[in-house]
């Protein structure tokens, strides 16, 4: 079955840690995507990137990290810089450059205690 | 930044009821989208409508599209229980963002 595997579902980190959060996708896209989503609010995007190894920065990149090495894996790190991370991680990914529909992984919960 | 702003922002109905949203947006698109979210998952997409379209159904789905007046509405006809779930329009902005722009989702309640 074809699909974004978001992992891991629930992390709890200690102030100061960088964690990574891991997103494969075996679609055969492009283009995939990093949103932070808070209670009650839209996705905010943090970064995406078209192919590989390259990427660019969303709306709220400061204290995330990406890197793009194979078509299929996106991973993100939250560093110690991001001075609120506990929230709700979305991947998604979509076909070509153009967003024409995104496909989302299940999410991974960061919690910091 | 969100571009798309959903109203209203929580909906209640009875089952068999139909379930209306809307959203609005700030500059041109060239296509507009809805998802759908289930408690605690991942968005799953409902329908794409482009800029030159005005209305499309899919299934019980009725979405329609005003670009003069930068809107666009969700209809959910003889709702569900299982239709429980967050909406979020999304906008793809001319100019070759090259990334939808979400607004901040509409919670629909349907009550047995």
């Known amino acids: 079955d074809g699909g974004i595997t978001q992992s891991p579902k629930y992390l709890f980190r200690k102030e100061g840690q960088n964690v990574t959060l891991s997103c494969e996708q075996n679609?055969?896209?492009?283009?995939m995507y990093w949103y932070r989503q808070d209670p009650g609010q839209g996705l905010r995007l943090i970064y995406y990137?078209?192919?590989?190894?390259?990427?660019q920065k969303g709306d709220i990149a400061e204290g995330y990290s990406v890197s793009r090495e194979k078509k299929e894996s996106f991973p993100l790190t939250v560093t110690s810089a991001q001075k609120n991370p506990t929230a709700f991680y979305l991947c998604?990914?979509?076909?070509?450059?153009?967003?024409?529909?995104?496909?989302f992984g299940e999410g991974s919960r960061l919690t910091v205690l | 930044s969100q571009q798309g702003e959903e109203d209203p922002q929580a909906l209640s109905i009875q089952e068999g009821e139909n379930a209306t949203m809307n959203c609005s947006y700030k500059?041109?698109?060239?296509?507009l989208q809805w998802y759908r979210q289930n408690s605690g998952r991942g968005l799953v997409h409902l329908i794409l409508?482009?800029?030159?379209?005005r209305e499309k159904h899919s299934g019980r789905l009725r979405v329609t599209l005003d670009t003069s007046k930068k809107s666009s509405s969700l209809l959910i006809t003889a709702s569900r229980a299982a239709d429980t779930a967050s909406y979020f329009c999304?906008?793809?902005?001319?100019?070759?963002?090259?990334?939808?722009?979400f607004g901040k989702g509409t919670k629909l309640t349907v009550n047995p």
């Open positions: 998604a990914s979509s076909q070509g450059r153009n967003p024409s529909e995104l496909f």
């Open positions: 679609l055969n896209h492009d283009a």
């Open positions: 409508i482009r800029s030159n379209e």
């Open positions: 500059t041109s698109i060239n296509n």
């Open positions: 999304a906008t793809d902005p001319k100019g070759g963002s090259e990334k939808l722009v």
């Open positions: 990137s078209q192919i590989v190894n390259d990427f």
